[in-house]
């Protein structure tokens, strides 16, 4: 059993930044892909970002790209999001997530993913 939980989401002013955690517990974190996911008001879930066991390959949605940044340490079984130059349509509940699956676009889609977290909202303001 893996359990996810976020933190680190708020109100925050367009331009602003967050950075937000996810602490694991149950399982180490080192062997699996992590994946930050986010669903707006009416919308479907989407992938924000992804990232490989080791760090060292990560994706980005393109409505992301140059302005987040996600990160992990293994060593304290944290996966990071740093999101800068936030803009009103971020506004969503950011999930942590984690999947078994390791390489492919595979790694882009919820389906994937079989432990989430509970989710910590992101406001941002115009």
């Known amino acids: 059993q893996v359990q996810l939980v976020e933190s680190g989401g708020g109100l925050v002013q367009a331009g602003g930044s967050l950075r937000l955690s996810c602490a694991a517990s149950?399982?180490?974190?080192?062997?699996?892909?992590m994946g930050w996911f986010r669903q707006a008001p009416g919308k479907d879930r989407e992938v924000v970002a992804t990232?490989?066991?080791?760090?060292?390959?990560?994706y980005y949605a393109d409505s992301v790209k140059g302005r987040f940044a996600i990160s992990r340490d293994n060593a304290e079984n944290t996966v990071y999001l740093r999101m800068d130059s936030l803009k009103p349509e971020d506004t969503a509940v950011y999930y942590c997530?984690?999947?078994?699956?390791?390489?492919?676009?595979?790694?882009?889609?919820?389906?994937?993913?079989?432990?989430w977290g509970q989710g910590t909202q992101v406001t941002v303001s115009s």
């Open positions: 997530a984690c999947s078994a699956w390791t390489t492919g676009s595979i790694v882009r889609v919820a389906a994937a993913y079989y432990y």
């Open positions: 990232i490989n066991w080791s760090g060292g390959s990560t």
């Open positions: 149950g399982r180490a974190l080192s062997g699996y892909t």
